[in-house]
């Protein structure tokens, strides 16, 4: 026991040297105090990643002059598109104070269209570009994002090491282009670890089925390729270490072709310490590659453990190691042998990674099981498939293009895999407690782990254990899952208005009749996915997005390919093209808003009264602004400054209003005499949580009170759904309203 505890103390203070020695690197005090304007360098890490919101959706932190539209770079009439790129930051200039740097940012900039992919920015390419950085809150696993203010300039190419490498995935790609379907997006993440072109459709149906991990190049594919070099060796009769010296080169060669990503990094070290103890002929099985992996790779870079891949590669591979053998001895008493293997493998690894899946996602996904039964042979042979196709694309690229369809046809299964399982019922179910959730994951893998290693000497404290865990877990998740059913079960189903909990930003959803109006996307996909699952939303009949503030359209990839007609406020350059490009990619009729415009939703009429046509106003107080008239009245303000609001009011007669969508979140930049004037029974007001600006502020809630106008906000009471008549206004909400 003390010699076990003393390593523990000794590895500690490793990682811990290596966190005194690197951190000044890894977070430099540069934009400590608020985001910087300045020039860096950065080292490309990642492949180029189009976003088709335009902006940084995933980051709420996204500075102002990021988000305000105005053209970054566009120096041309050539339209841009925005990308976003995976770096590592090396050094930032502000003034005349240069600081050095190695730590992992994202880079957003705007570039020319056709420089939009994996070629113009080759990983281990060094940029130049100035622009705005800003930290990420700690424990995230990058450092800073960082809002490019110019096109990047490419300072310095790739290392002869990695020039091969981009140009075999280039090979790759070329190849497999003229593929179909979701076969075709899932290829080169299965084999190569490339996912840049998986659709948001595609991407949702293998998490809610529970088969990201595939795309994600892990242990699996480093054990393919051993494998194959060793069985190759073996059959041209090389001796065992150079076969073993050839694994470990091919493997090496093969991380830098899939990029080292903490996954790929954790499975190439186990796979270079069991090897290298197999060739001085030392015991390689089991958990001490494992520990040592982990160890040298903290060691190297301690900041990977705020890495979930590799967590959950670290979890995945224990669970492996431990569990498969005896939930296959426990299975195998009630089915056939190779049945319970294939069970147990995706069983082990779901016990030992389903807290960190709590903690990531609080959802209960009941098909991941079959799913990855039934999907976990065509990865295997994709994996095979995809290296000698990535072999061919080089030498016989003729060839390649018709090799393609072999391993397309096993992704292509894995696609409807993904896909049959994410439209099945109840396929993820919402959990109110993400720490309630994670909780009783531990407590039942605890009691699974005791309950399989006491099944041989202590069968009756293995039996209590098992059932233990399988009553409490069911009981547990049983409520847990029963209380979120319940949850959305308590939704009107007669709701006329719903005002997503999104946070920062609006997202208002109209319904009658079975047609569907969403006026803007919020800042972020994720929490609109998740609104538009609660609600039923399938289809979006009109799509209104008032202005180009990321807080308004930032989560525009959840509804692309989903809205039949989008009315738009007026574009203020390069990325608000880009934005409603997506949407006419994805089969939209995109209109720009004017006041004047009418049309029919249901039982409702619609106006847009504001802008005028031929308005040169810009942002905010461009900001459309529609009235609804049917069995209630309803007016949406966007973000109208004060200003703006009186624009409008002398711009309409504007009637009374049962609802009004309270202008910018609440902001004291409001007109009394609008809100006056329509005397709405209700204010919505789309705010978030805690927000750093004050919304709403207490000059916006006197103005409502004056007005006779109740607030219902979405920062306190979530949900916020209003169903009825002018006559009986219904307001449900998912948390009580306060006092």
Not at 574 to 580: Q, S, T, V, W
Request: net charge negative; charged share 15%.
């Amino acid at each position: 026991m003390l010699p076990t505890a003393a390593l523990g103390v000794a590895v500690l203070a490793l990682v811990a040297t290596a966190v005194f020695g690197l951190g000044h690197l890894r977070h430099p005090d540069v934009a400590d105090g608020g985001p910087r304007v300045g020039s860096a360098r950065f080292l490309v890490t990642g492949l180029p990643q189009v976003r088709a919101d335009g902006f940084a959706a995933t980051y709420p932190q996204s500075p102002p002059q990021a988000t305000s539209g105005a053209p970054a770079g566009a120096a041309g009439p050539a339209p841009e598109t925005r990308i976003s790129l995976e770096t590592v930051l090396e050094s930032f200039t502000a003034g005349d104070r240069t600081v050095p740097a190695r730590a992992p940012t994202v880079v957003f900039a705007s570039v020319p269209a056709a420089d939009a992919d994996a070629s113009s920015w080759p990983i281990g390419s060094a940029l130049v570009v100035r622009g705005t950085l800003t930290a990420l809150e700690p424990g995230d696993s990058r450092e800073f994002l960082f809002f490019a203010r110019d096109t990047p300039h490419l300072v310095a190419d790739p290392p002869w090491y990695l020039v091969w490498a981009n140009g075999t995935r280039a090979a790759f790609r070329t190849s497999t282009a003229g593929l179909p379907g979701d076969g075709a997006e899932l290829l080169a993440g299965l084999a190569i670890g490339d996912d840049t072109g998986v659709s948001d459709g595609l991407r949702q149906a293998m998490t809610v089925s529970g088969l990201t991990h595939l795309t994600a190049v892990s242990g699996a594919n480093c054990a393919v390729v051993v494998t194959a070099v060793m069985l190759l060796g073996g059959a041209i009769r090389l001796g065992r270490r150079l076969r073993i010296g050839l694994s470990v080169l091919v493997l090496v060669l093969f991380v830098v072709l899939v990029t080292p990503e903490p996954s790929v990094l954790r499975a190439a070290a186990m796979a270079v310490i069991v090897l290298v103890a197999l060739a001085i002929g030392r015991p390689s099985a089991g958990i001490p590659p494992l520990c040592l992996s982990v160890v040298v790779l903290l060691t190297l870079d301690p900041w990977l453990d705020r890495s979930a891949g590799f967590a959950l590669s670290v979890l995945a591979t224990a669970g492996l190691l431990l569990l498969t053998r005896p939930i296959a001895a426990l299975a195998g008493r009630v089915m056939p042998a190779s049945l319970a293997l294939a069970l147990a493998v995706p069983t082990a690894a779901q016990i030992a990674c389903q807290p960190v899946l709590f903690a990531i996602a609080p959802q209960l996904t009941p098909y991941t099981l079959p799913a990855n039964v039934l999907a976990e042979p065509a990865a295997a042979l994709v994996s095979i498939l995809g290296l000698v196709l990535c072999l061919l694309s080089v030498i016989a690229p003729g060839l390649a293009a018709l090799a393609a369809w072999l391993p397309w046809v096993p992704s292509a299964w894995i696609g409807a895999v993904a896909r049959f399982f994410a439209g099945a019922p109840f396929a993820a179910i919402a959990l109110p407690d993400s720490a309630v959730a994670v909780l009783v994951a531990l407590l039942a893998t605890v009691l699974v782990l005791v309950a399989l290693f006491a099944a041989r000497r202590h069968p009756v404290v293995a039996g209590v254990c098992g059932a233990a865990a399988a009553c409490g877990l069911l009981i547990s998740l049983a409520g847990l899952g029963g209380a979120a059913l319940a949850r959305d079960a308590a939704v009107p189903r007669d709701w006329q208005l719903a005002a997503c909990d999104i946070g920062q930003g609006d997202a208002v959803l109209v319904h009658s009749r079975d047609e569907i109006a969403l006026i803007d996307v919020g800042p972020d996909p994720a929490p609109l996915t998740r609104c538009l699952e609660r609600m039923h939303v399938q289809r979006i009949d009109l799509l209104v997005l008032t202005h180009y503030d990321r807080d308004h359209v930032g989560g525009v990839a959840a509804v692309v390919g989903r809205v039949d007609r989008a009315l738009v406020g007026p574009t203020d350059g390069a990325h608000d093209e880009a934005l409603l490009s997506s949407l006419r990619a994805g089969g939209a009729h995109v209109e720009q808003a004017r006041r004047g415009l009418a049309g029919e939703l249901g039982d409702y009429h619609w106006d847009v009264i504001w802008p005028k046509d031929g308005t040169t106003l810009r942002g905010n107080d461009a900001s459309v602004t529609v009235s609804l008239t049917g069995p209630l009245r309803m007016l949406f303000l966007g973000d109208l400054g004060e200003q703006a609001q009186s624009a409008v009011r002398a711009a309409n007669t504007l009637p009374v209003v049962d609802i009004v969508k309270v202008a910018h979140h609440g902001s004291a930049d409001q007109s009394q005499a609008l809100y006056l004037a329509v005397r709405a029974s209700v204010g919505v007001v789309s705010v978030g949580l805690g927000n750093r600006y004050g919304h709403p502020t207490d000059e916006l809630l006197a103005m409502l009170a004056l007005a006779g106008t109740r607030p219902f906000r979405t920062d306190q009471e979530g949900l916020v759904v209003i169903s009825g008549t002018s006559e009986a206004i219904s307001v449900w909400t998912e948390r009580p309203v306060p006092p």
